[in-house]
């Protein structure tokens, strides 16, 4: 069974850095992709950054272009994200998760990703 933990969450001041990992356990295959995803507070849950498997390729939302970075290391199971200069918009709860080669793969459709983990809480002060 994929589990997906995340961690690094926390409280911060606008400009400042955090950086957030997503543990993954049980995945016996190479994914497609694993990507990060944020909901706010009364607003849908929206895409921020994915890393396809095969060649490294990164992807990111427009919003975070630039300030965030997506990667990986494989000996440790584990997705980061590094967030930098960080805004009090980016306030979200944040998930990772595992798009898999089975229907469709649509790196910022949250709806093609097929395991999710708890999420983190990131808030950022102005």
């Known amino acids: 069974q994929v589990q997906l933990v995340e961690s690094g969450g926390g409280l911060v001041q606008a400009g400042g850095s955090l950086r957030l990992s997503c543990a993954a356990s049980?995945?016996?295959?190479?994914?497609?992709?694993m990507g990060w995803f944020r909901q706010a507070l009364g607003k849908e849950r929206e895409f921020v950054a994915a890393?396809?498997?095969?060649?490294?390729?990164?992807y990111y939302a427009d919003s975070v272009k630039g300030r965030f970075t997506i990667s990986r290391d494989n000996v440790k199971n584990t997705l980061y994200l590094q967030m930098d200069n960080l805004k009090p918009e980016d306030t979200a709860v944040y998930y990772c998760?595992?798009?898999?080669?089975?229907?469709?793969?649509?790196?910022?459709?949250?709806?093609?990703?097929?395991?999710w983990g708890q999420g983190t809480q990131v808030t950022v002060s102005s």
């Open positions: 998760a595992v798009l898999d080669w089975m229907g469709p793969r649509r790196l910022s459709y949250e709806d093609d990703y097929d395991y």
């Open positions: 049980g995945l016996t295959f190479s994914p497609y992709a």
């Open positions: 890393i396809r498997w095969t060649d490294y390729s990164t």
